[in-house]
């Protein structure tokens, strides 16, 4: 009898506990959740999967520095019309922006059968990651500062937040609920290698953590420990506070991804690994977690001479390196992986090779770009990842990158458009010089010169000059010009007190110093040349580095020598698992490609610089190449030789004037025209989508 008194006990014990728990659980909404391989989105009342396919917006626009957040509501409507016509189904933000951006979206998607889905972004302050190194230092003011700015996050897609106005910081009123269109959570950046290593040596003790929604493995690091709580914390907050659930995952990129590369040449490039792996999902946290990564066929090194990713042979036939690293990277995880970035470049400067496929990161048309870009999504679409988020949506004038960043002016950036930098062209969507249109494209078309362009006028031969944020546009008519016979030479002088008054072993003498010289053969063989005392590469790579060897001339003014004009590729290189050196790399940038430069063009190339027209040829030199650091103040690299690199001066005007050479043409001397420079604060530009855009469009109408 006791027994059995015992026995409804405990049963009605177990009932009311039951009860307790179906009467007290909370009621999630969730509207995305993790598949097996898959993000789902729940629809028709049912989660159903869906392939993310969209792109990365940046923050600003052509003017302005992304802290400003200068983006209207209208253009971010505008945009993301122009991205769901591209049958994308996704934008990834990287941080809290302005509420145009939320006002946007929910005003756009209140009209669509479809939704634009989003990801949001919580970045961490890099000035903090450099000073503290370390995400426990400074009484955890890295983790304190994360965790507020992703509560922020949570209220702001919420529609519920009033952000102070901080400088760098989105500020405003966060009014409209966006949350049932937010697919999940990329928090973190690219994490530093120090930064994770630092933080895992002052931190070893730390236990893995256990929490309502997340925990860790027990082999977690410090560092994951860390993402862990974060997780927790952001989950924990928008669970309390609006009864939402999402997925979440953190931001990773190959330098710290979770695989061992052993040829990679630099250290720091395969040190320490961060891997969501150990990071795992509570049975409360229903949405669950995911992968995500940022991958490019250019660098790391490894993906150039990793040994098995070079013999990695694709389904047609090909070597394929990218699809070699993500079918590992697949085969390590357990849950959905997002290519949270990848993409090229079509910009007319390079700073890395793809050595096997030729998916290099610049000097890119944007036709080939729209190809590149769709190779390596259907990679990823075929190899089983969650979603594809091509980096970027537009173009970002304020970029910089490693082999250019040392000729211009960090704080003029955003005011002019240098083509010669490859970070500021992985846009779908150009931002072009002029309100309408450029005032200028090398496409044989007089109509867009007048008179009033004439610099130089020499028996019934002229030479004309315009120029706008990006070029210097040059035409020449001139009837003794036979493009498939002769050669023609164009000397610019830019700066005082230096150039060279000839070309040496030639009859050609100049009536002003010339700085630079264009040498037109034909159409394959034709480029800007820099006098040696004036090459700002030779000097920074013998002087200030040591890559390549000095020679006898290179500190002699007027020497007559004129160098070709080159990019750095990469520095010498050690293959730890070939034992092989490899030597420092570069390319001639200075050399010219011939074509029709007018998007409106049925030939349009983007990467032309120069067009002949029977007797007129018309050019268009980035601004770079005449070593201007900062156009839109007027501003060039001064005398490099004498003073502290570098140093900028202002000038006011340059000097043109040119020389058709035949094979009997006697000794010449240059007469020069002058040019007036123009400033500005703000550029005039207007918005065009590349070729790659239509390209993308067609493909992504063909995946789901």
Same mark, same amino acid.
């Given at each position: 009898?006791?027994?059995?008194?015992?026995i409804?006990?405990i049963?009605l014990?177990s009932?009311?506990?039951?009860?307790?728990?179906?009467?007290? *659980? *909370?009621e999630?909404?969730?509207?995305?959740?993790?598949?097996?391989?898959? !993000?789902?989105?729940l629809?028709?009342?049912? %989660?159903?999967?869906?392939f993310?396919? /969209?792109?990365?917006?940046?923050?600003?626009?052509? /003017?302005?520095?992304?802290?400003?957040?200068?983006?209207?509501?209208?253009?971010?409507f505008?945009?993301?019309?122009?991205?769901?016509?591209?049958?994308?189904?996704?934008?990834?933000?990287?941080?809290?922006?302005?509420?145009?951006?939320?006002?946007?979206l929910?005003? @756009?998607n209140?009209?669509?059968?479809?939704?634009?889905?989003? +990801?949001?972004?919580?970045?961490?302050?890099?000035?903090?990651?450099?000073?503290?190194?370390?995400?426990?230092?400074?009484d955890?003011?890295i $983790?304190?500062n994360? !965790?507020?700015?992703s509560?922020?996050?949570v209220?702001?897609?919420?529609?519920?937040a009033?952000?102070?106005i901080?400088?760098?910081?989105?500020?405003?009123?966060?009014?409209?609920?966006?949350?049932m269109? +937010?697919?999940?959570?990329?928090?973190?950046?690219?994490?530093?290698?120090g930064?994770?290593?630092?933080?895992?040596?002052?931190?070893f003790?730390?236990?893995?953590?256990?929490?309502?929604?997340?925990?860790?493995?027990?082999?977690?690091s410090?560092f994951e420990?860390?993402?862990?709580?974060?997780?927790?914390?952001?989950?924990? =907050?928008?669970?309390d506070?609006?009864?939402?659930m999402r997925?979440?995952?953190?931001?990773?990129?190959?330098t710290?991804d979770?695989? #061992?590369?052993?040829?990679?040449p @630099?250290?720091?490039?395969d040190?320490?690994?961060?891997?969501v792996e150990?990071i795992?999902?509570?049975?409360?946290?229903?949405?669950?977690?995911f992968?995500s990564?940022h991958?490019?066929? %250019?660098y790391p090194?490894?993906?150039?001479?990793s040994?098995?990713y070079?013999?990695? !042979?694709?389904?047609?036939?090909?070597?394929?390196?990218?699809?070699?690293?993500?079918?590992?990277?697949?085969?390590?995880?357990?849950?959905?992986?997002?290519?949270?970035?990848?993409?090229?470049?079509s #910009?007319?400067?390079?700073?890395?090779d793809?050595?096997?496929?030729?998916?290099?990161?610049?000097?890119?048309s944007?036709?080939?770009?729209?190809?590149?870009?769709?190779?390596l999504?259907?990679?990823?679409?075929?190899?089983?990842?969650?979603?594809?988020?091509?980096?970027?949506?537009?173009?970002?004038?304020?970029?910089?990158t490693?082999?250019?960043?040392?000729?211009?002016?960090?704080?003029?950036r955003?005011?002019w458009?240098?083509?010669?930098?490859n970070?500021?062209y992985?846009?779908?969507?150009?931002?072009?010089?002029?309100?309408?249109?450029?005032v200028?494209?090398a496409?044989?078309?007089?109509?867009?010169?007048?008179?009033?362009?004439?610099?130089?006028?020499?028996?019934?031969?002229?030479?004309?000059?315009?120029?706008?944020?990006?070029?210097?546009?040059?035409?020449?008519?001139?009837?003794?010009?036979?493009?498939d016979?002769?050669?023609?030479?164009?000397a610019?002088?830019?700066?005082?007190?230096?150039?060279?008054?000839?070309?040496?072993?030639?009859n050609?003498?100049?009536?002003?110093d010339?700085?630079?010289?264009?040498?037109?053969?034909?159409?394959?063989?034709?480029? $800007?040349l820099?006098?040696?005392?004036y090459d700002?590469f030779?000097?920074?790579?013998?002087?200030?580095?040591?890559?390549?060897?000095?020679? +006898?001339?290179?500190?002699?003014?007027?020497?007559?020598v004129?160098n070709?004009?080159?990019l750095?590729?990469?520095?010498?290189?050690?293959?730890?698992?070939?034992?092989?050196?490899?030597?420092?790399?570069?390319?001639e940038?200075?050399?010219?490609?011939? /074509?029709?430069a007018?998007?409106?063009?049925?030939?349009y190339n983007?990467?032309?610089?120069?067009?002949v027209?029977?007797?007129s040829?018309e050019?268009?030199?980035?601004?770079q190449l005449?070593? @201007?650091?900062d156009?839109?103040?007027k #501003?060039? +690299?001064?005398d490099? *030789?004498t003073?502290?690199?570098?140093?900028?001066?202002?000038?006011d005007?340059?000097?043109?004037g040119w020389?058709?050479?035949?094979?009997?043409?006697d000794?010449?001397?240059?007469?020069?025209?002058?040019?007036?420079l123009?400033?500005?604060? =703000?550029?005039?530009?207007h918005?065009?989508?590349?070729?790659s855009?239509?390209?993308?469009?067609s493909? @992504?109408?063909?995946?789901?």
């Amino acid at each position: 009898m006791k027994k059995y008194i015992l026995i409804v006990i405990i049963m009605l014990i177990s009932a009311l506990l039951l009860i307790f728990f179906v009467f007290n *659980k *909370k009621e999630y909404h969730i509207y995305s959740k993790v598949g097996n391989d898959s !993000i789902q989105v729940l629809k028709d009342n049912e %989660y159903q999967d869906i392939f993310l396919k /969209g792109v990365n917006i940046g923050a600003t626009k052509p /003017g302005f520095f992304p802290g400003e957040l200068a983006i209207t509501k209208n253009e971010y409507f505008q945009w993301f019309q122009m991205i769901k016509d591209m049958n994308a189904n996704t934008v990834r933000v990287y941080t809290i922006l302005s509420p145009n951006f939320y006002d946007a979206l929910y005003d @756009f998607n209140k009209d669509q059968e479809e939704p634009l889905y989003f +990801m949001q972004g919580v970045w961490i302050n890099e000035d903090d990651i450099v000073d503290i190194l370390d995400v426990y230092g400074q009484d955890n003011k890295i $983790i304190n500062n994360f !965790i507020s700015d992703s509560k922020s996050a949570v209220d702001v897609i919420n529609g519920n937040a009033q952000l102070p106005i901080r400088p760098g910081f989105a500020s405003g009123s966060y009014t409209k609920d966006v949350s049932m269109y +937010m697919v999940g959570w990329l928090l973190g950046l690219e994490w530093d290698p120090g930064f994770v290593i630092n933080t895992n040596e002052n931190n070893f003790e730390k236990i893995p953590f256990q929490g309502i929604y997340a925990y860790n493995t027990p082999d977690s690091s410090p560092f994951e420990i860390f993402l862990a709580e974060i997780a927790e914390e952001i989950i924990s =907050y928008e669970v309390d506070t609006y009864n939402n659930m999402r997925p979440l995952s953190f931001v990773n990129w190959l330098t710290t991804d979770p695989l #061992s590369h052993p040829n990679e040449p @630099f250290v720091s490039e395969d040190e320490v690994s961060v891997d969501v792996e150990h990071i795992k999902a509570t049975e409360n946290y229903e949405a669950g977690f995911f992968a995500s990564y940022h991958i490019y066929p %250019y660098y790391p090194e490894f993906m150039n001479y990793s040994l098995s990713y070079s013999n990695y !042979i694709d389904n047609d036939g090909n070597i394929n390196p990218y699809k070699g690293y993500l079918e590992d990277l697949k085969n390590h995880h357990s849950m959905p992986i997002v290519v949270g970035e990848f993409g090229i470049p079509s #910009s007319r400067g390079k700073a890395h090779d793809a050595l096997y496929t030729g998916f290099n990161q610049g000097n890119i048309s944007e036709e080939m770009q729209g190809e590149m870009v769709v190779d390596l999504a259907h990679d990823i679409y075929e190899s089983g990842y969650a979603g594809a988020m091509i980096f970027s949506w537009q173009d970002e004038w304020f970029k910089r990158t490693w082999n250019t960043n040392q000729y211009d002016l960090s704080h003029r950036r955003p005011f002019w458009s240098n083509i010669q930098t490859n970070e500021q062209y992985f846009g779908l969507l150009a931002f072009d010089p002029g309100e309408e249109s450029r005032v200028s494209y090398a496409d044989g078309d007089m109509s867009e010169w007048s008179n009033q362009d004439v610099i130089l006028t020499q028996e019934n031969q002229d030479i004309s000059i315009k120029s706008d944020a990006r070029y210097l546009y040059i035409l020449i008519n001139d009837q003794n010009f036979d493009f498939d016979t002769d050669k023609l030479y164009i000397a610019i002088d830019t700066l005082d007190g230096q150039g060279n008054d000839h070309i040496i072993d030639t009859n050609i003498s100049f009536s002003r110093d010339a700085d630079f010289v264009i040498e037109i053969n034909d159409e394959d063989d034709s480029r $800007i040349l820099v006098d040696q005392y004036y090459d700002a590469f030779q000097y920074l790579h013998s002087y200030r580095y040591t890559y390549l060897e000095k020679t +006898m001339i290179d500190n002699t003014k007027n020497s007559g020598v004129f160098n070709s004009m080159n990019l750095a590729l990469s520095y010498p290189l050690y293959l730890p698992e070939e034992e092989t050196n490899i030597p420092f790399q570069y390319y001639e940038t200075g050399k010219l490609v011939y /074509g029709n430069a007018n998007p409106s063009s049925d030939s349009y190339n983007s990467l032309s610089d120069f067009y002949v027209n029977n007797h007129s040829i018309e050019l268009q030199i980035p601004w770079q190449l005449l070593n @201007f650091t900062d156009p839109s103040t007027k #501003s060039i +690299m001064s005398d490099i *030789k004498t003073n502290t690199w570098l140093t900028s001066q202002m000038i006011d005007s340059i000097h043109l004037g040119w020389a058709v050479v035949k094979d009997d043409t006697d000794a010449i001397n240059v007469q020069f025209g002058s040019y007036l420079l123009s400033s500005w604060e =703000y550029p005039v530009y207007h918005e065009r989508l590349k070729q790659s855009y239509y390209i993308i469009q067609s493909y @992504f109408e063909t995946i789901d």
